[in-house]
Nanobody
Framework: QVQLVESGGGSVQTGGSLRLSCRAS????????MRWYRQAPGKQREEVAS???????NYTDSVWGRFTISSNNAKDTIDLQMNGLKPEDTAIYYC????????????WGQGIQVTVSS
């Protein structure tokens, strides 16, 4: 059993910043990658950022240069620092851990709202 809990969401104006955190608890298998997704109303869920076990990070083009993903050494927490927020960043944000030794397992957070007003 692995539980992911997101925190740090809220409402800000254009240009503001937020820092999302995702903390995993329970029995953790080998973590291969950790990701942030988001889903805006009427749109498909998209991957925002990812970081591998070895620390390699990737970002979707729309957040490049504004968002930063990070993880701790224990690989049980990821953060998403969001700067220069825009209204189009408004969405529910979800964290996801990809884990497994012999099986690939995906654990998802419950989602947290980020709202950016004009």
């Amino acid at each position: 059993q692995v539980q992911l809990v997101e925190s740090g969401g809220g409402s800000v104006q254009t240009g503001g910043s937020l820092r999302l955190s995702c903390r995993a608890s329970g029995t953790m298998f080998r973590v291969h990658a950790m990701r942030w997704y988001r889903q805006a109303p009427g749109k498909q869920r998209e991957e925002v950022a990812s970081i591998t076990r070895t620390g390699t990070s990737n970002y979707t083009d729309s957040v490049w240069g504004r968002f930063t993903i990070s993880s701790n050494n224990a690989k049980d927490t990821i953060d998403l620092q969001m700067n220069g927020l825009k209204p189009e960043d408004t969405a529910i944000y979800y964290c996801m851990f990809e884990m497994g030794i012999s099986l690939r397992t995906f654990a998802w957070g419950q989602g947290i709202q980020v709202t950016v007003s004009s």
